[in-house]
Nanobody, 124 residues
């Protein structure tokens, strides 16, 4: 069993920055890939970013490339999402998810554990 808790969301103006954190407990995340997803009101949940266990591989959806950076600290069982140059269209609930397959995926159905989400709101 893995429990994931996101934090760091909030209200920011367009162009601002936030850093989201995802802390895992219950078991080690060794060999787990960890991804970030988001869901805006009235829209389906979409992939944002993913990082491999080693941190050596990352991937991002096109709309956040350059602006967002995913990283992890395995000693702390924590994954981060640094979000810069935020836009109103980034407004959503952001979720982290862990994948125990020892591979990297962008599809949400590949992930085994999910956090409760943290709200990010970007004003115009």
């Amino acid at each position: 069993q893995v429990q994931l808790v996101e934090s760091g969301g909030g209200l920011v103006q367009s162009g601002g920055s936030l850093r989201l954190s995802c802390v895992a407990s219950g078991r080690t995340l060794r060999n787990y890939g960890v991804g970030w997803f988001r869901q805006a009101p009235g829209k389906e949940r979409e992939f944002v970013a993913v990082i491999s266990w080693s941190g050596g591989y990352t991937d991002y959806t096109d709309s956040v490339k350059v602006r967002f950076t995913i990283s992890r600290d395995n000693a702390k069982n924590t994954v981060y999402l640094q979000m810069n140059s935020l836009k109103p269209e980034d407004t959503a609930v952001y979720y982290c998810a862990a994948d125990r397959s020892n591979t990297v995926h962008t599809a949400e159905h590949e992930y085994d554990y999910w956090g409760q989400g943290t709200q990010v709101t970007v004003s115009s």
